[in-house]
């Protein structure tokens, strides 16, 4: 969302946040859309849909960094389960589920600065408890690049009593930005958690970057969700990037469907940077009630 909002829609999102559209009545307009969007093509694909709040930096260091106090976060982020639970409650012919979306702590591309498991959960049990609190259905943590700050994460939900996913991110070679490998990260995560993860997912990469790394691997049962980006380009590249890159979207539908296919407890889908509702109506439309279109 926070791609296409930037590049095609035209709106300035200081620091990649996009809560502060909660402030303005276009901005508002603009995010119930895409909600609306994604509602509507649920309904017409007969699948349930996951409305992820606006609030991935929504923490109090990535805040500061573009003047938000700690008082006001608490108001923004409450804010984003109000107005998605608003939305749904005006669409509750679909199943809906509400995520609190949480972001890490510092950059998920070069985590130079690592906290351990006991600091990560310190620091976003923070937000996750204003999101719990504020009613959201489950907390799902994006973009994570390290296993403590996913460890910190889970720990948290599990203190607030909100079931919790984690997306951890990767690199062209299918491995974190640390250099653990995938199936590494979930093991570890789940040893040190009892297991208390809803399912992890993969986000922020392209197919071609993980797909030679899935198999049959017992932790493979715990994957269960891919949020992809429609660009090959590296994380490198992407910072770097001036304009848009959008992919094919029927390629990357297609990608996805053959993953589902090879893999079917990889259940949820969506889209992350360069994508658009192209890319979403695109992977939907390999699905029609849960099951792949022949």
Known sequence: METDLLFTQGFDLPGFASYPLLETTAGRRQLRAYYEDLIALARDKDVGAILEAPTWVANRDRGAQIGYEPATLVERNTQAVAFLSEICADHDDVPVLTSGNVGPRADAYAPTEQMNAAQAEAYHIEQINVLAQAGIHLISAYTIAYTEEAIGIVNAARQCGVPVVVAFTVETDGRLPTGVSLGQ??????????????????????????????????????????????????????????????????????????????????????????????????????????????
């Not at 932790?219 to 848009?244: F, I, P, Y």
């Open 185 to 294: 990260a979930i093991k570890a995560v789940d040893n040190a958690t009892d297991g208390y993860s809803a399912y992890f997912m993969i986000n922020c990469a392209h197919p071609d970057h993980f797909q030679h790394v899935l198999s049959d691997a017992s932790w493979m049962a715990r994957l269960k969700g891919l949020v992809v980006n429609a660009s090959r380009c590296s994380h490198a590249e992407l910072d770097q990037s001036t304009k848009l890159d959008d992919g094919d979207p029927v390629e990357l539908g297609q990608q996805l469907a053959a993953l589902h296919r090879n893999y079917p407890n990889i259940r949820v889908l969506g889209g992350c940077c360069g994508t658009d509702m192209r890319h979403m109506a695109e992977i939907a439309s390999a699905f029609q009630g849960g099951k792949l279109v022949p």
